[in-house]
């Protein structure tokens, strides 16, 4: 028996339509950042240099003016000129497409959620991060072009898999930003506070709450108790069993739409992956009895989209 409905034939064209803008965008913006900050001629001592700067106020000599020096810079002017326009051209395109995702009810994933996952893109740390748990449904959804059961769905917080593996790269990323995940988490809602019995979870002012998760430390040169950025009032992650199983699960990536037709990428775990770990968190012997029913259901729906409509 399906456990789902289909989001109909006019919404799912205007998704392939809005997922291929969002996706020309995604690369559009990834070849400008190539030529982030920009190329000026300095004098100094008497002649002219060209000086390449970057956008956290760096800068470095290319060279002395010469027919080489010449030609790279009117060849940076030339591309940054065309990749900003191809990024501003697509991010109008892409805004109508939003405006029509509204009107004919593509998506239904909380706009926060998708504020969120825009925002660990804005910030570029995005990579560092995979959504596991409930929400990850918004993506099998949007991939398949359904909408599941209410029940499967219910949940008042998201969990984000921290890749601790890769923390120093991370910290580096925070420190180029100036903010902490949790003042980034405020740029969407102002109203994200640290809960006091628990530093690795944000929660609004209407009790959604965002929580920090990572694998169990493997050795002593993984560290924890572990914080995201080094200010004493960031968000901690916590550590969850079998993480690591999570980790290394096949990547899965889609782009999402909110109920009001926003747009955002969203990094999970392979369908199958999922379903395995749902099935698992359901025979623990601790967990939760009101929780065991919907990590069934989950899984079992997750699995059969998978097959029937994903075809892995």
Same mark, same amino acid.
């Not at 000129?81 to 994933?109: S, Y």
């Not at 994200?192 to 040169?221: C, H, M, Y």
């Not at 990590?295 to 059969?304: G, R």
């Given at each position: +028996?399906?456990?789902? *409905?289909? $989001?109909? /034939?006019?919404?799912?064209?205007?998704?392939?339509? &809005?997922?291929?803008?969002? %996706? =020309?965008?995604?690369?559009?913006?990834?070849?400008?950042?190539?030529?982030?900050?920009?190329?000026?001629?300095?004098?100094?001592?008497?002649?002219?240099?060209?000086?390449?700067?970057?956008?956290?106020?760096?800068?470095?000599?290319?060279?002395?003016?010469?027919?080489?020096?010449?030609?790279?810079?009117?060849?940076?002017?030339?591309?940054?000129?065309?990749?900003?326009?191809?990024?501003?051209?697509?991010?109008?395109?892409?805004?109508?497409?939003?405006?029509?995702?509204?009107?004919?009810?593509?998506?239904?994933?909380?706009?926060?959620?998708?504020?969120?996952?825009? +925002?660990?893109?804005? *910030?570029? $740390?995005? /990579?560092?991060?995979?959504?596991?748990?409930?929400? &990850?449904?918004?993506?099998? %959804? =949007?991939?398949?072009?359904?909408?599941?059961?209410?029940?499967?769905?219910?949940?008042?917080?998201?969990?984000?898999?921290?890749?601790?593996?890769?923390?120093?790269?991370?910290?580096?990323?925070?420190?180029?930003?100036?903010?902490?995940?949790?003042?980034?988490?405020?740029?969407?809602?102002?109203?994200?506070?640290?809960?006091?019995?628990?530093?690795?979870?944000?929660?609004?002012?209407?009790?959604?709450?965002?929580?920090?998760?990572?694998?169990?430390?493997?050795?002593?040169?993984?560290?924890?108790?572990?914080?995201?950025?080094?200010?004493?009032?960031?968000?901690?992650?916590?550590?969850?069993?079998?993480?690591?199983?999570?980790?290394?699960?096949?990547?899965?990536?889609?782009?999402?739409?909110?109920?009001?037709?926003?747009?955002?990428?969203?990094?999970?775990?392979?369908?199958?992956?999922?379903?395995?770990?749902?099935?698992?968190?359901?025979?623990?012997?601790?967990?939760?009895?009101?929780?065991?029913?919907?990590?069934?259901?989950?899984?079992?729906?997750?699995?059969?989209?998978?097959?029937?409509?994903?075809?892995?």
């Amino acid at each position: +028996m399906e456990r789902w *409905l289909e $989001i109909g /034939e006019d919404a799912l064209r205007q998704y392939i339509d &809005a997922k291929m803008v969002f %996706e =020309a965008l995604e690369a559009a913006r990834k070849k400008a950042a190539e030529v982030r900050g920009g190329m000026v001629w300095r004098t100094i001592k008497g002649r002219d240099y060209l000086i390449k700067t970057g956008t956290d106020a760096s800068h470095r000599s290319v060279g002395p003016r010469s027919e080489e020096t010449e030609a790279i810079y009117t060849k940076f002017k030339t591309r940054k000129e065309v990749d900003e326009a191809r990024v501003k051209t697509l991010r109008d395109e892409l805004e109508k497409h939003q405006r029509i995702n509204r009107a004919v009810h593509v998506g239904r994933a909380p706009d926060l959620l998708v504020g969120i996952l825009a +925002m660990l893109d804005q *910030l570029n $740390i995005a /990579e560092h991060f995979i959504v596991i748990g409930t929400h &990850a449904l918004y993506a099998y %959804e =949007a991939a398949a072009g359904v909408r599941f059961e209410e029940g499967a769905l219910a949940t008042r917080d998201v969990d984000l898999l921290w890749d601790t593996r890769k923390r120093v790269q991370f910290w580096s990323q925070m420190k180029e930003t100036d903010t902490t995940m949790l003042n980034a988490l405020r740029k969407v809602d102002k109203t994200f506070e640290l809960r006091e019995d628990q530093p690795s979870t944000a929660v609004n002012a209407k009790g959604f709450e965002v929580d920090i998760i990572r694998r169990e430390a493997a050795n002593t040169t993984d560290p924890h108790p572990l914080r995201l950025t080094d200010d004493e009032d960031d968000l901690w992650a916590v550590q969850a069993h079998r993480a690591s199983a999570l980790l290394g699960a096949k990547p899965f990536s889609v782009p999402i739409v909110s109920v009001t037709g926003k747009m955002a990428r969203m990094r999970t775990i392979d369908p199958l992956d999922f379903a395995k770990f749902k099935r698992w968190m359901s025979a623990l012997p601790n967990r939760d009895p009101l929780k065991v029913s919907r990590d069934k259901l989950q899984a079992s729906i997750v699995e059969q989209v998978a097959k029937e409509r994903l075809a892995l």
